[in-house]
């Protein structure tokens, strides 16, 4: 007898093969694609899921991988059902593993529900177009690459720069003015090492937000293969709050390159025909499935706020890892060795970093009419005067124009005194657009082409200031 | 559906699954799979085992469970009620599946494509008697206030002669409006018709394409014109302004029905759509724009074998309005997701894969697509030429235009919008590089910009190309030895291409004057920088200096002319370009005093 009827589904000691994180079990039947496995050996428990199954042969990933397991000793107990977690606001001030089971020695939550961790995409026709601006108190965020309830907005990070001092300073700071609501915290770590789970859980813990939050940790030294059930369990508990309880959920799941991996690792194994760089050709697909579970749905009240973390291999943007994050995500928030190196704090590459639910967040009644034109003019500033350090570089500052030596100085200020702040700095819009106009006063007016009027006569400082000088 | 017979799924490996007992089935059959019915097609036959792509989730399935055939090949319905709707990739309407499972999209459910109950005022355009061919219009219906909707027979229907036909009135689309006798017989013809997705309507000629696709965006329309029936690509890294763009071209193009297919993309951009464009006017009716746009949405969250299909269902809901005679532009975003879906089905099938895994007819598929686009007669009577214009968005990993998908897309269209990505980071919107672009239909669209527009329009076209190009050359000499090493007139060069680059190239999507330029406002703004450039050269002849030319108060007013002076001012452009005249008179005045 190779199988036999448990309390729940059906167990085979039928394994013919173990290969990779894979098991495949002979002379199965009525077993689902898709379903949840449980394979035991002496060893203990594992759980698992149905890649691929044929008539009375089932492909089986084995999450926890299957180092130790032995054809002759290892049973599979199919368990009729898809992958779920129980969810409760119980679980918020919450600490688990990357499978959703409790890190922190307290007993499980009751469930409430039961949910799919893989969840069900949301009808296009339901979203509703996130708005909401949020202030993070960042300069170069709340000024050029605004953030909105609901947006995923990674950030393209390398290894040594500080992205968790970053993410940990947004969620410490986003408020989002003259709105209230429930906020949540939901952090997910993916492959990450000890120490940067605990500064994160310190951080939260520190600023008291700790009961509004919930810590999903798959660590460096946890099963490689639970990577891929992480943040979809994280962003299943996400939704349930978002969706169920009316809260404001921001996700910070870090790193997705180690998601990427272990995903490539299970590809290799089932011999599958890689598409760049050895990563499976559906990489776009599964990476959606997770970044796409942000959002707001009309008639809802809470949102989901995604921000990925996520490492460039030798700081390569055009690596499949962060192409194909920027090719879903809403943006990205760049982080730059060449800052960093300046000692800039945060150093966020403003000309390669882009938010794509800016331009509905700002402006007249959100935060000021002329904070797109500002964020325009900056932009266009910055660029010119990198591109003329870059020239200034080979022919001599000499050489250049006065005015072109004004852009370089303008773009300098805008390093030291826009972008680079205090990780505790928490400045307001207000604080933010004043600093900016501070720069762009420096500029002669006619070059301040992307701004109406208006707005140059209502905030630019220059003439002022020119004045002044004169008169002292 | 006719149910035929049934088969038993054998194997499920994701979105594709075995079937055997499958004999007789065809190639691109309609399938339902499982006891909840979900939606496949026959994508490989092999004995009496199907290969089937299952166009929803196929978690839970288990082999053994049924598999249902339906003889007929993945089709889609047209008739009144395709316009301002949201479909999903097999035309199923996301509205209505809302209804049902809310936010949320569930498996299996079965949704009519266009409503079955609504009555629609139809009005015969034949009368008994009357000669009938294949793809001859019978009446029409209002659809929306913007598109009447030509009743058609069906394009395979037989040739005969109106023999009853009804009278105006309100009817549903399951009533028969018409009937018809030919040499054998008789048939009846509905509101609607069905087609298959994977076969191009026929028509009876194909024309050649002249008049311009207008899309209101400057660099576009003045640089690199795209022809009404013409095809065009938009590759680019992300972010770079893909999407941006093919909303601005469905939003302002002059046609009559715009499709929308969102190919694997974010989910909250079909939501744009749906938001802004039900508030976006059409300026020529003053109706909202959603009343002439279809969208079809598989994001890339959603099942990916119906991503494939997505794009053919909405090419063919495309040709459907070409064929009542209409200009019919359809936007892809992205070609690139599809061609995705096409390597995951193949990977799935264990196919020999080409290049970075895609199947090796991912080029032939791409050729037939693009081929379906074009200005032709329609079949039947009256006489109406109609046209489909196609323009793909493509996604290169890695922003590399090498790739297979960019550059089999590129041996099949004519129009080419090179997205830069560093013209991108430096807001430099729309970031198309003006040195990689091209279009084919340049010297096609001339005639027209000369009788509607300006005679002069190739030439100034010509000579903004020009300072570009001469920039892009001189670029490398400042690089290596500064910009002092140059003479003023290349210096004045230079100032001009950025003046060109800033105050023309440049078009904010989202500012409410710069969002849109007709093509009045587009050849006169570009004649004041030339103009410009013609007297500051003169100038400089004359021996007026570089800096006083630099120090001409008017500049900042040319650069923002492009959103100070509105479409219904154009006079003003006129004055700023006499202005401009009249300050170089100045000048070179005082030069000669
Ligand atoms: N014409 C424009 N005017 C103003 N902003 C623009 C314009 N084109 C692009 N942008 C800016 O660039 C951002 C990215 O553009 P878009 O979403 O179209 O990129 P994409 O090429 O479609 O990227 P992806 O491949 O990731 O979908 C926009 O959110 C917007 O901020
Ligand atoms: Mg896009």
């Known amino acids: 007898m190779s199988n036999k009827k448990g309390s729940s589904g059906v167990e085979y000691s039928s394994i013919s093969e173990i290969k990779g994180p894979l098991i495949i079990v002979q002379g199965v039947s009525g077993v689902a694609y898709d379903e949840l496995v449980e394979v035991e050996s002496d060893g203990g428990k594992r759980l698992g899921r149905v890649l691929d199954v044929g008539l009375g042969i089932a492909v089986v990933q084995v999450f926890e991988g299957t180092s130790g397991l032995a054809i002759s000793s290892t049973r599979a107990r199919f368990l009729g059902r898809t992958m779920e977690i129980p969810v409760s606001q119980g679980m918020l001030g919450r600490i688990f593993d990357g499978v959703g089971k409790p890190r922190d020695g307290l007993p499980e939550p009751i469930a409430e529900d039961f949910r799919d961790i893989n969840g069900a995409p949301i009808n296009p026709q339901m979203r509703d177009y996130p708005t909401d601006f949020i202030q993070t108190g960042i300069s170069t965020i709340d000024g050029m690459n605004t953030l909105v309830r609901g947006q995923k907005l990674p950030i393209f990070s390398g290894a040594g720069l500080p992205h968790n001092a970053l993410a940990a300073q947004i969620a410490r700071q986003a408020t989002v003015p003259g709105k209230t609501g429930d906020f949540a915290v939901v952090f997910a770590a993916i492959g990450v090492q000890n120490d940067e789970a605990r500064f994160f859980q310190k951080n939260i813990e520190e600023s008291g937000a700790m009961k509004r939050s919930a810590l999903f940790l798959n660590l460096a030294d946890d099963p490689v293969f639970e990577r891929i059930i992480t943040p979809r369990v994280a962003l299943t508990f996400a939704e349930y709050l978002a969706f169920d309880l009316d809260m404001h959920v921001l996700v910070i799941i870090t790193d997705m390159t180690n998601y990427a991996e272990a995903l490539r690792e299970i590809s290799a194994a089932r011999e599958e025909v890689p598409g760049r760089r050895g990563y499976p050709g559906y990489l776009y697909t599964d990476f959606a499935s997770i970044y796409e579970r942000a959002g707001r749905i009309k008639g809802k009240k809470g949102s989901i706020t995604q921000m990925p973390i996520l490492s460039m291999p030798s700081d390569d943007i055009t690596h499949p890892i962060p192409d194909l994050t920027g090719?879903?995500?809403?943006?990205?928030?760049?982080?730059?060795?060449?800052?960093y190196r300046k000692g800039i704090y945060p150093p966020i590459g403003v000309l390669m970093s882009l938010s794509r639910l800016m331009k509905d967040g700002i402006g007249e009644g959100t935060t000021r009419g002329d904070h797109q034109e500002v964020s325009n003019q900056l932009y266009a500033t910055y660029s010119r005067a990198e591109e003329l350090r870059a020239l200034a570089f080979i022919v001599g500052e000499a050489s250049l124009t006065s005015k072109d030596r004004k852009y370089i100085n303008a773009g300098s200020a805008f390093e030291t005194r826009f972008l680079k702040q205090r990780p505790d700095e928490d400045r307001d819009i207000e604080q933010t657009l004043s600093i900016a106009?501070?720069?762009?006063?420096?500029?002669?007016?006619d070059e301040l082409t992307r701004i109406k009027e208006n707005y140059i006569k209502q905030h630019y400082k220059g003439n002022k200031q020119k004045e002044g000088k004169e008169k002292s | 559906m006719v149910v035929e017979g049934k088969g038993k799924i054998s194997r499920i490996s994701g979105p594709v699954i075995r079937s055997e007992g499958m004999s007789g089935a065809q190639m691109y059959e309609n399938v339902q799979v499982g006891e909840e019915r979900i939606l496949g097609?026959?994508?490989?036959?092999?004995?009496?085992?199907?290969?089937?792509q299952v166009y929803e989730s196929t978690s839970g399935l288990k082999p053994g469970d049924p598999v249902f055939r339906t003889g007929q090949p993945l089709s889609v319905t047209l008739g009144p009620g395709i316009a301002g709707a949201l479909y999903d990739g097999v035309q199923r309407p996301l509205d209505k599946i809302a209804a049902i499972s809310g936010a949320f999209i569930k498996r299996g459910i079965q949704v009519p494509p266009i409503p079955i109950?609504?009555?629609?005022?139809?009005?015969?355009?034949?009368?008994?008697?009357?000669?009938?061919?294949?793809?001859?219009?019978?009446?029409?219906?209002?659809?929306?206030p913007l598109i009447d909707n030509k009743i058609m027979v069906h394009p395979d229907a037989r040739a005969g002669k109106i023999d009853w036909i009804i009278k105006k009135g309100e009817y549903e689309i399951e009533e028969p409006i018409a009937k018809v006798v030919h040499d054998d017989g008789t048939y009846e013809v509905k509101m609607y018709q069905r087609w298959p997705v994977r076969r191009p309507r026929p028509y009876s000629k194909r024309l050649e394409a002249t008049t311009p696709l207008l899309t209101g965006q400057r660099v576009l329309d003045t640089l690199f014109p795209m022809a009404k029936g013409g095809v065009g690509a938009i590759p680019g890294a992300f972010g770079t302004g893909k999407t941006v763009t093919l909303h601005q071209i469905a939003a302002w193009a002059n046609v009559k029905v715009v499709v929308y297919v969102g190919c694997g993309e974010r989910g909250n951009e079909m939501t744009e759509v749906l938001i802004k464009f039900p508030e976006l006017i059409d300026p020529s009716s003053g109706r909202p724009l959603m009343e002439r746009t279809i969208l079809v949405a598989n994001t890339s969250n959603m099942p990916v074998a119906a991503r494939e299909a997505s794009i053919y269902t909405g090419v063919t809901i495309a040709e459907y309005y070409r064929d009542m005679g209409y200009d019919v532009v359809?936007?892809?975003?992205?070609?690139?997701?599809?061609?995705?879906?096409?390597?995951?089905?193949?990977?799935?099938?264990?196919?020999?894969?080409?290049?970075?895994?895609y199947p090796s007819y991912l080029a032939s598929r791409i050729a037939?697509?693009?081929?379906?686009?074009?200005?032709?007669?329609?079949?039947?009577?009256?006489?109406?030429?109609?046209?489909?214009?196609?323009?793909?968005?493509?996604?290169?990993?890695?922003?590399?235009?090498?790739?297979?998908?960019?550059?089999?897309?590129?041996?099949?269209?004519?129009?080419?919008?090179?997205?830069d990505a560093s013209l991108a980071y430096s807001r430099h919107y729309p970031a198309i590089n003006w040195i990689s672009s091209y279009s084919g239909y340049t010297e096609e669209v001339e005639k027209w910009w000369r009788q509607e527009v300006n005679k002069d329009w190739a030439d100034i076209r010509q000579r903004a190309y020009r300072i570009l190009q001469d920039e892009d050359e001189l670029k490398e000499i400042v690089r290596l030895l500064g910009p002092e090493a140059l003479p003023d007139s290349q210096k004045?060069?230079?100032?001009?291409?950025?003046?060109?680059?800033?105050?023309?190239?440049?078009?904010?999507?989202?500012?409410?004057?710069?969002?849109y330029t007709g093509p009045h406002k587009q050849f006169n703004l570009l004649k004041v920088f030339i103009d410009f450039y013609d007297l500051a050269q003169?100038?400089?002849?004359?021996g007026v200096s570089l800096v006083d030319i630099r120090s001409i108060k008017l500049i900042p007013r040319i650069m923002r002319a492009k959103y100070d002076i509105k479409e219904e001012e154009q006079d003003k452009l006129a004055k700023l370009g006499r202005n401009v005249s009249d300050e170089f008179k100045k000048l070179s005045g005082e030069v000669v005093n």
């Open chain 2, 492 to 515: 004045l060069t230079l100032d001009l291409a950025r003046m060109l680059r800033e105050g023309f190239l440049q078009q904010s999507a989202f500012d409410k004057v710069d969002a």
């Open chain 2, 368 to 419: 037939e697509f693009y081929e379906r686009a074009g200005q032709v007669t329609a079949l039947g009577s009256p006489e109406r030429t109609g046209s489909i214009s196609l323009i793909g968005a493509v996604s290169p990993s890695g922003g590399d235009f090498t790739e297979p998908v960019t550059t089999h897309t590129m041996r099949f269209i004519r129009t080419f919008w090179a997205l």
């Open chain 1, 327 to 339: 090719y879903i995500t809403e943006g990205q928030l760049f982080l730059s060795r060449d800052l």
């Open chain 2, 41 to 52: 097609e026959v994508i490989r036959v092999e004995g009496n085992d199907a290969i089937i």
């Open chain 1, 437 to 445: 106009w501070d720069i762009l006063s420096d500029l002669p007016e």
């Open chain 2, 538 to 542: 003169e100038g400089l002849k004359a």
């Open chain 2, 117 to 144: 109950d609504k009555k629609w005022p139809f009005i015969p355009s034949v009368k008994k008697g009357d000669k009938i061919s294949p793809g001859s219009i019978v009446g029409s219906v209002q659809e929306t």
């Open chain 2, 330 to 357: 359809l936007v892809a975003d992205s070609t690139s997701r599809w061609a995705e879906a096409l390597r995951e089905i193949s990977g799935r099938l264990e196919e020999m894969p080409a290049e970075e895994g």
